[in-house]
T-cell receptor, first 111, second 114 residues
Framework: DAKTTQPNSMESNEEEPVHLPCNHSTISGTDYIHWYRQLPSQGPEYVIHGLTSNVNNRMASLAIAEDRKSSTLILHRATLRDAAVYYCILYYSSNTGKLIFGQGTTLQVKP | DTAVSQTPKYLVTQMGNDKSIKCEQNLGHDTMYWYKQDSKKFLKIMFSYNNKELIINETVPNRFSPKSPDKAHLNLHINSLELGDSAVYFC?????????????FGQGTRLTVV
């Protein structure tokens, strides 16, 4: 299983942009890059995913490096509610749906 | 309507007891999962069922037995509970096979074995 590497923790100020990095140097051509987050005392929730091109949705943006060996989740304006653990996960297009969670990045948002 | 719901939310029980956690999804997904999050917050898959058929069993002790009466339900039964079983258990569902599908998780069941 290809692995991802993320910083253990990051801090941000409220209403400022946040860039959460993820390295996945062993990514294969069929791996999608998925991001999930887990708010305190809740189950993980899907944030965004991409394959090769940058992606935007109402929650965040995903910037994928040209060689696909790294990606960055961008929260355009962090709110206190965005304080969570963010997981970068490689998802195989033909697998059983299993998600392999790493340690993730714990994001603190300061008012 | 909650997409993936699991009950109970909290479960406190004594060692040696047998307990069950129930999970239901109303998303029409074919595949459901159980994940365990231990005290160090690591999330790890335990089981996966596709159309009532077991497809993933991640070396979980056989005291844990998932049961899927239909594709909308996946229950987890645990026999002879041990202190080390204390954790938060999450149920999830998805439609795998396509890399662009997302998984939906329940709110978790916090199991405490005393």
């Amino acid at each position: 299983d290809a692995k991802t590497t993320q910083p253990n923790s990051m801090e941000s100020n409220e209403e400022e942009p946040v860039h959460l990095p993820c390295n996945h140097s062993t990514i294969s051509g069929t791996d999608y890059i998925h991001w999930y987050r887990q708010l305190p005392s809740q189950g993980p929730e899907y944030v965004i995913h991409g394959l090769t091109s940058n992606v935007n949705n109402r929650m965040a943006s995903l910037a994928i490096a040209e060689d696909r060996k790294s990606s960055t989740l961008i929260l355009h304006r962090a709110t206190l509610r965005d304080a969570a653990v963010y997981y970068c996960i490689l998802y195989y297009s033909s697998n059983t749906g299993k998600l392999i969670f790493g340690q993730g990045t714990t994001l603190q948002v300061k008012p | 309507d909650t997409a993936v719901s699991q009950t109970p939310k909290y479960l406190v029980t004594q060692m040696g007891n047998d307990k069950s956690i129930k999970c239901e999804q109303n998303l029409g997904h074919d595949t459901m999962y159980w994940y365990k999050q231990d005290s160090k917050k690591f999330l790890k898959i335990m089981f996966s069922y596709n159309n009532k058929e077991l497809i993933i069993n991640e070396t979980v002790p056989n005291r844990f037995s998932p049961k899927s009466p239909d594709k909308a339900h996946l229950n987890l039964h645990i026999n002879s509970l041990e202190l080390g079983d204390s954790a938060v258990y999450f149920c999830a569902s998805s439609r795998p096979g396509q890399g662009n599908t997302e998984a939906f998780f329940g709110q978790g069941t916090r199991l405490t074995v005393v």
